[in-house]
T-cell receptor, first 110, second 114 residues
Framework: GENVEQHPSTLSVQEGDSAVIKCTYS??????FPWYKQELGKRPQLIID?????GEKKDQRIAVTLNKTAKHFSLHITETQPEDSAVYFC?????????FGTGTSLTVIP | DAGVIQSPRHEVTEMGQEVTLRCKPI?????LFWYRQTMMRGLELLIY????????DSGMPEDRFSAKMPNASFSTLKIQPSEPRDSAVYFC????????????FGDGTRLSIL
């Protein structure tokens, strides 16, 4: 099966700085990579996704990059704000089933 | 759209009791997923359905857990008998299509077994 590793497990940044979260996957057949944000006590919410035919995707302050050869993908958040504080999960999928990373707890310090 | 609706939001019950969690997927979605989330194990997929048919239940911990989807708009996850180690947040998610589509999560059921 697929194995997704996510780093770091915790990340603290100053407000306005950038944050980068990295994930690796093991199954080269995986072709869909969503990212979810989960605030404390809330549900995971999709914030951005990328498919394997694309190398990069951007949505305002959030971007995701994918390196299929190296089997890794990353989430980039620029100009971080306190409301970006949450746990972020990456996932890899090659069908209906998502394989989630273990999460990164991001704290943005005002 | 109301999103994925789960009930109850919180459940506290004693060990040995039967627990039933409910989920209404987003209208038109044909795939439904049950997850369990704990600090120790993160997000675990328990079972998922396509067109009301269970496709993969390999994540169901043991025979005490069962899930049904009698129609396109309703699913249940049942634990009988419940044990303290079942305490977790249980999420239901739905998606449209059969592969590589975003899953939309409900608000979860926080289950505490005393």
């Amino acid at each position: 099966g697929e194995n997704v590793e996510q780093h770091p497990s915790t990340l603290s940044v100053q407000e306005g700085d950038s944050a980068v979260i990295k994930c690796t996957y093991s199954d080269s057949a995986s072709n869909y990579f969503p990212w979810y944000k989960q605030e404390l006590g809330k549900r995971p919410q999709l914030i951005i996704d990328i498919r394997s035919n694309v190398g990069e995707k951007k949505d305002q302050r959030i971007a995701v990059t994918l390196n299929k050869t190296a089997k890794h993908f990353s989430l980039h958040i620029t100009e971080t704000q306190p409301e970006d504080s949450a746990v972020y999960f990456c996932a890899a999928s090659k069908g209906n089933q998502f394989y989630f990373g273990t999460g990164t707890s991001l704290t943005v310090i005002p | 759209d109301a999103g994925v609706i789960q009930s109850p939001r919180h459940e506290v019950t004693e060990m040995g009791q039967e627990v039933t969690l409910r989920c209404k997927p987003i209208s038109g979605h044909n795939s439904l997923f049950w997850y369990r989330q704990t600090m120790m194990r993160g997000l675990e997929l328990l079972i998922y359905f396509n067109n009301n048919v269970p496709i993969d239940d390999s994540g169901m911990p043991e025979d005490r857990f069962s899930a049904k989807m009698p129609n396109a708009s309703f699913s249940t996850l049942k634990i009988q008998p419940s044990e303290p180690r079942d305490s977790a947040v249980y999420f239901c998610a739905s998606s449209f299509g059969y592969s590589n589509q975003p899953q939309h999560f409900g608000d979860g059921t926080r289950l505490s077994i005393l």
